[in-house]
T-cell receptor, first 118, second 116 residues
Framework: AQKITQTQPGMFVQEKEAVTLDCTYD???????LFWYKQPSSGEMIFLIY??????QNATEGRYSLNFQKARKSANLVISASQLGDSAMYFC???????????????FGQGTTLQVKP | DAGVIQSPRHEVTEMGQEVTLRCKPI?????LFWYRQTMMRGLELLIY????????DSGMPEDRFSAKMPNASFSTLKIQPSEPRDSAVYFC??????????????FGAGSRLTVL
């Protein structure tokens, strides 16, 4: 069965520094997608970045990058140059399937709370 | 694009009452998901639809919960009768399989339900 594990309940980072949020996953499927979402204190869920299991390059979106290590089944989120507005809960998620064959069903980890210090 | 629209944003009700949560997905999206978020259980998938057809409802807690999608632009999640343990934030999300097959979910703002 699918499982997403985020082992860091809470993290602190100094403003302007980089931070890595850990995510490991477990699946028997060869085709899957990995996602990161941000949930600020206002409660909305904001999509940050996506990595497909067949994508050879690590995904990047602005200050966000996904460190994808397939053999280790890890998909860590790296935020560069942290800003105060990055303080939020971050969720790693996985979906089995890829392309038109994907199930659409997204399973979330428990989340990591990030606090950026000025 | 107005995004995924959920109503009501907040609902406070008494135990035993019927609760109906509503969702309007993004136009053109063919998947719709209902999630529930609590401190204890995190984000749980309750049910999802593809082209208005329920695909997987294995996350629906019990028969008190039901969901419908009568057309591509509207879905409801109903709890009858409600219980205090149903208190949570209920999210609706929609998606469309893109060129990369990412099927990125766009979430609504959520409906915060409190059952007294």
């Amino acid at each position: 069965a699918q499982k997403i594990t985020q082992t860091q309940p809470g993290m602190f980072v100094q403003e302007k520094e980089a931070v890595t949020l850990d995510c490991t996953y477990d699946t028997s499927d060869q085709s899957y997608g990995l996602f990161w979402y941000k949930q600020p204190s206002s409660g909305e869920m904001i999509f940050l970045i996506y990595q497909g299991s067949y994508d050879e390059q690590n995904a990047t979106e602005g200050r966000y990058s996904l460190n994808f290590q397939k053999a280790r089944k890890s998909a860590n989120l790296v935020i560069s140059a942290s800003q105060l507005g990055d303080s939020a809960m971050y969720f790693c998620a996985m979906r089995e399937g890829y392309g038109s064959g994907n199930t659409g069903k997204l399973i979330f980890g428990q989340g990591t709370t990030l606090q950026v210090k000025p | 694009d107005a995004g995924v629209i959920q109503s009501p944003r907040h609902e406070v009700t008494e135990m035993g009452q019927e609760v109906t949560l509503r969702c309007k997905p993004i136009s053109g999206h063919d998947y719709l998901f209902w999630y529930r978020q609590t401190m204890m259980r995190g984000l749980e998938l309750l049910i999802y639809f593809n082209n208005n057809v329920p695909i997987d409802d294995s996350g629906m807690p019990e028969d008190r919960f039901s969901a419908k999608m009568p057309n591509a632009s509207f879905s409801t999640l109903k709890i009858q009768p409600s219980e205090p343990r149903d208190s949570a934030v209920y999210f609706c999300a929609s998606s469309l399989v893109g060129n990369r097959g990412a099927n990125v979910l766009t979430f609504g703002a959520g409906s915060r339900l409190t059952v007294l």
